[in-house]
């Protein structure tokens, strides 16, 4: 019973480094996310209020420097700093 269980999970195994090696080889080994105010740590999205839940609008503002700038998703600036995403992150 447990050498079946272990034989399955190690075939799943298999196939899961195959298809990651696959996306690696598509999207690059250093695949990142596009420099876009998305990404940026200084970015802040806005959001409206639909019924009960909140949908983002694509638009935010910049909080690098003194002045906040209004920015779309989309777009980049002098002061992009990459987003970090993890388990550290607050």
Request: one cysteine or more; aromatic letters at 8%; a positive charge.
């Amino acid at each position: 019973m447990v050498a079946d269980k272990v034989k399955e999970l190690e075939q799943e195994n298999i196939s899961l480094k195959a298809q990651v090696e696959e996306l690696q080889n598509i999207c690059g080994t250093n695949a990142s996310a596009p420099m876009n105010c998305e990404y940026c740590k200084n970015f802040i999205q806005h959001y409206i209020k639909v019924d009960m839940h909140y949908t983002p609008i694509y638009s935010g503002h910049c909080c690098a420097g003194r002045a906040m700038r209004t920015r779309r998703t989309d777009e980049t600036c002098k002061a992009f700093v990459k987003k970090v995403y993890g388990k550290n992150c607050v």
